[in-house]
């Protein structure tokens, strides 16, 4: 039998069952944590070696992977990782400083900061939460009434969501594309189109899957990308920007890659664990 691999959970998605399945397939042990029973005694050292760090929840995620790697076991993705990648402005700006190309954005840290730079740099726009997944929250803002009713809501929420990050809203065809990164590799990428009528592509929208050529342009920038957030096995969506090519607009620390498996056809369930078990050597 190979090494063990912890998986650190905290939902159940299909993800985690395929993990499960081809460990059993693979031979190698893994066992299933939930995180919501874990507690750590945090000034002893960890049993734990190798964990895959898969829990959903942003501040879940960050602690636990916080609490082991300084108990000495180690986590994938790091918790640099996970700081960066789980949060859109701060991914926008590690991006930026190595020079990976991003749809235009900005912030402002008040309603009124914000409507005066939509005012100031046009619309449309999109409204984003910087902590979030699935599509949550996030919003196209076509003109100064839909971004006032909007913001006005956000201004009630939690602190987070009163930080207002505003993207371009990218000139591009109607899908974005999902590339599986594992090490230093694209494993596979799919074209995720839009529903009809709607201009999101998340899948569970409504939006379909299609299998999407890896060129090295984009394994380069993917991999540069992954690279920067200092990850291992990573998620990165780009858009086709019809005036800057490919740009990176998220990288995702826990990434779903059932889609991707799917349309491919990779064991990318298979993959990662064989990553996670050559890490822990």
């Known amino acids: 039998m190979s090494p063990g691999i912890t998986v650190l959970y905290d939902t159940i998605r299909l993800e985690e069952k395929a993990l499960s399945e081809a460990a059993k397939k693979k031979g190698i042990t893994v066992d299933m944590v939930d995180c919501k029973n874990l507690v750590l005694e945090l000034d002893k050292k960890t049993q734990f070696k190798t964990v895959l760090q898969r829990c959903v929840s942003y501040y879940r995620n960050l602690h636990a992977t916080a609490a082991l790697e300084g108990m000495g076991a180690n986590v994938i993705n790091s918790l640099h990782t996970g700081i960066y990648a789980g949060n859109k402005l701060f991914t926008h700006m590690i991006l930026q400083e190595h020079g990976i190309p991003t749809p235009f954005a900005t912030v402002a840290f008040s309603k009124d900061a914000a409507l005066g730079a939509l005012d100031k740099l046009g619309?449309?726009?999109?409204?984003?939460?910087?902590?979030?997944?699935?599509?949550?929250?996030?919003?196209k803002l076509n003109n100064k009434e839909s971004a006032e009713g909007i913001i006005e809501e956000r201004e009630k929420m939690y602190p987070i969501y009163q930080i207002h990050y505003l993207e371009e809203f990218v000139e591009r065809p109607p899908r974005d594309i999902r590339a599986i990164v594992i090490g230093d590799k694209v494993v596979g990428a799919i074209y995720r189109n839009s529903s009809e009528g709607n201009w999101k592509t998340n899948t569970h929208l409504g939006g379909t899957a299609e299998v999407c050529e890896v060129t090295k342009e984009l394994e380069?920038?993917?991999?540069?990308?992954?690279?920067?957030?200092?990850?291992?096995?990573?998620?990165?969506?780009?858009?086709?920007?019809?005036?800057?090519?490919?740009?990176?607009?998220?990288?995702?620390?826990?990434?779903?890659?059932?889609?991707?498996?799917?349309?491919?056809?990779?064991?990318?369930?298979?993959?990662?664990?064989?990553?996670?078990?050559?890490?822990?050597?």
Not at 123 to 139: A, E, N
Not at 228 to 239: H, S, T, Y
Not at 266 to 280: Q, W
């Open 220 to 281: 380069d920038i993917c991999v540069d990308a992954t690279r920067a957030v200092m990850g291992e096995i990573v998620g990165v969506d780009l858009m086709e920007s019809k005036e800057k090519g490919l740009v990176v607009h998220e990288i995702n620390n826990t990434t779903e890659y059932r889609n991707v498996a799917r349309v491919t056809g990779k064991d990318i369930a298979g993959l990662i664990l064989e990553y996670a078990v050559n890490a822990g050597k």
């Open 123 to 139: 619309y449309p726009k999109v409204i984003k939460p910087t902590v979030g997944s699935w599509g949550r929250m996030v919003s």
